[in-house]
T-cell receptor
Framework: DVKVTQSSRYLVKRTGEKVFLECVQD?????MFWYRQDPGLGLRLIYF???????EKGDIPEGYSVSREKKERFSLILESASTNQTSMYLC?????????????FGDGTRLSIL | AQSVTQLGSHVSVSEGALVLLRCNYS??????LFWYVQYPNQGLQLLLK??????LVKGINGFEAEFKKSETSFHLTKPSAHMSDAAEYFC?????????????FGKGTLLTVNP
């Protein structure tokens, strides 16, 4: 089974801090994704990566950046955290760019910005 | 751009009753379609996927979904609800074009199962 591991289940940070969310997958997947999930809004794509050091903006990239230095690891960075970034963050991976490949999700990080 | 609509943000059924969760997509080109389930404080788990091989797709936990091109729909059903089915369900569709696909998700339907 594919395992996608997010480093923290719960995280509390202060406004203005630089925040790192880490995600690791163990199945040599090419694609990795970061979403945020908010009640009533569903999942919204922040960034995705289709190869090491390659990234593309999703639907809501403002205030975020990402890093993918190794194939198995994809980091989401909040450059200067703000209270409106309080949310559930979900990482996902998929085997390839083929459109029939499902995404596999981690358990999420619930981030609170105070 | 693709959009996915899930009719009903909250569906409530009795244990043993039919479960029907609705999903419609917007693309004129049939996309690949997925249903995911999310249990409290967990990530999303794949229930089933439509990839054009068959219009009726069977998934895990007794769920199935039927792709209807004429209705641009991919509704999820289960003949008999169980208490353990209580969760949030998300329909998702691929965007057309490009080699590195993204998924567009519906806003989710929370399923409550009453004893």
């Amino acid at each position: 089974d594919v395992k996608v591991t997010q480093s923290s289940r719960y995280l509390v940070k202060r406004t203005g801090e630089k925040v790192f969310l880490e995600c690791v997958q163990d199945m040599d997947h090419e694609n990795m994704f970061w979403y945020r999930q908010d009640p009533g809004l569903g999942l919204r794509l922040i960034y995705f990566s289709y190869d090491v050091k390659m990234k593309e903006k999703g639907d809501i990239p403002e205030g975020y950046s990402v890093s993918r230095e190794k194939k198995e690891r994809f980091s989401l960075i909040l450059e200067s955290a703000s209270t409106n970034q309080t949310s559930m963050y979900l990482c996902a991976s998929s085997l390839s760019g083929a459109r029939n490949q499902p995404q596999h999700f981690g358990d999420g990080t619930r981030l609170s910005i105070l | 751009a693709q959009s996915v609509t899930q009719l009903g943000s909250h569906v409530s059924v009795s244990e043993g009753a039919l479960v029907l969760l609705r999903c419609n997509y917007s693309s004129s080109v049939p996309p690949y379609l997925f249903w995911y389930v999310q249990y409290p404080n967990q990530g999303l788990q794949l229930l089933l996927k439509y990839t054009s091989a068959a219009t009726l797709v069977k998934g895990i936990n007794g769920f199935e979904a039927e792709f209807k091109k004429s209705e641009t729909s991919f509704h999820l059903t289960k003949p008999s609800a169980h208490m353990s089915d209580a969760a949030e369900y998300f329909c998702a569709a691929t965007n057309s074009g490009g080699s590195n696909y993204k998924l567009t998700f519906g806003k989710g339907t929370l399923l409550t199962v009453n004893p």
